[in-house]
């Protein structure tokens, strides 16, 4: 099966900072990025996406860049609470179907 | 909104068994159905894509033979785990896209699978 990454980069923070998450994807041809949560013990959460024909795009408390020239995805949750220490997922996918998931990042928060 | 339902959500069968996960969705049609298996501390793994009606696509290096999906309504994919071994033991987690919103994708909660 596909997979990408047997290791989980960690970030810490200070809560109340901004967070900066970054990922990488592989695929030129993927057109639709999702950003993702996942608590312990549960599915993934569905926390922001953005299409290949935007570059930025803005939710509450979190923003979503798309540099598809170096094929880069990052991820910034501004003022990060506590309640935001879990693991981030970009994934892509190409026309909606299948999604593939990047290695994640563990984001802690430091209260 | 949508939702997509997994059960069990946990589970421990015998080594040499087989043990079957379900995944709904409870409010919308799905035509495709995504299977993945994640690991302690690593990422989601697309296992294969369940195509209701008819085979599902499985990954490279995935065993159909091992992992049977059945896709037989709308609303429901199984994945079955045959002759489970103790390296089987993963969280499973299934998703599915509601084309009547645009695609949304939904994941379950997931399924633990202990194998003892």
């Known amino acids: 099966g596909e997979s990408v990454g047997l290791h989980l980069p960690t970030l810490s923070v200070q809560e109340g900072d901004n967070s900066i998450i970054n990922c990488a994807y592989s695929?030129?041809?993927?057109?639709?990025f999702i950003w993702y949560k996942q608590e312990s013990g549960k599915g993934p959460q569905f926390i922001i996406d953005?299409?290949?024909?935007?570059d930025k795009r803005q939710g509450q408390r979190v923003t979503v860049l798309l540099n598809k020239t170096v094929k880069h995805l990052s991820l910034q949750i501004a003022a990060t609470q506590p309640g935001d220490s879990a693991v981030y997922f970009c994934a892509e996918s190409t026309s909606y179907d299948k999604v593939i998931f990047g290695p994640g990042t563990s984001l802690s928060v430091i209260p | 909104g949508a939702v997509v339902s997994q059960h069990p959500s946990r589970v421990i069968c015998k080594s040499g068994t087989s043990v079957k996960i379900e995944c709904r969705s409870l409010d919308f049609q799905a035509t495709t159905m995504f299977w993945y298996r994640q690991f302690p501390k690593q990422s989601l793994m697309l296992m294969a894509t369940?195509?209701?009606?008819?085979?599902?696509?499985?990954e490279q290096g995935v065993e159909k033979d091992k992992f049977l999906i059945n896709h037989a309504s709308l609303t429901l994919s199984t994945l079955t785990v045959t002759s489970a071994h103790p390296e089987d033991s993963s969280f499973y987690i299934c998703s599915a896209g509601d084309a009547s919103s645009g695609n949304t994708i939904y994941f379950g909660e997931g399924s633990w699978l202990t194998v003892v």
């Open positions: 369940s195509n209701e009606g008819s085979k599902a696509t499985y």
């Open positions: 953005i299409r290949s024909n935007m």
């Open positions: 695929n030129s041809a993927s057109d639709y």
